[in-house]
């Protein structure tokens, strides 16, 4: 089982950086793939972006490619949220999760959560 909390999120202004972390528990971090999603008040959760389990690939959104980078670091059981030139309709609470099988963008494919950390972008 993984244990996944997330933390760095807060308010930023329009065009600033955020950086999110998910520190996992467990020995087996590495064997599995990690996303990001996040969710606004009164919309679905959307995916943001996936890292296969060695860090080696990654793809994103649409809605967030070129501004939002995600990485790993597999001695540390830590993945990453860089989040640039952010924009009001970032706004949500953005979780981590762990998939056994890197690539997917929906929500079913992943087994372990995070609470999630609110990140809230002003204008």
């Known amino acids: 089982q993984v244990q996944l909390v997330e933390s760095g999120g807060g308010l930023v202004q329009a065009g600033g950086s955020l950086r999110l972390s998910c520190a996992a528990s467990g020995r087996t971090f590495n064997s599995y793939a990690m996303g990001w999603f996040r969710q606004a008040p009164g919309k679905e959760r959307e995916f943001v972006g996936c890292i296969n389990e060695s860090g080696t690939s990654a793809y994103y959104a649409d809605s967030v490619k070129g501004r939002f980078t995600i990485s790993r670091d597999n001695t540390k059981n830590t993945v990453y949220l860089q989040m640039n030139s952010l924009k009001p309709e970032d706004t949500g609470v953005y979780h981590c999760?762990?998939?056994?099988?890197?690539?997917?963008?929906?929500?079913?494919?992943?087994?372990?959560w995070g609470q999630g950390t609110q990140v809230t972008v002003s204008s």
């Open positions: 999760a762990a998939s056994e099988i890197y690539g997917y963008s929906s929500a079913s494919r992943y087994t372990y």
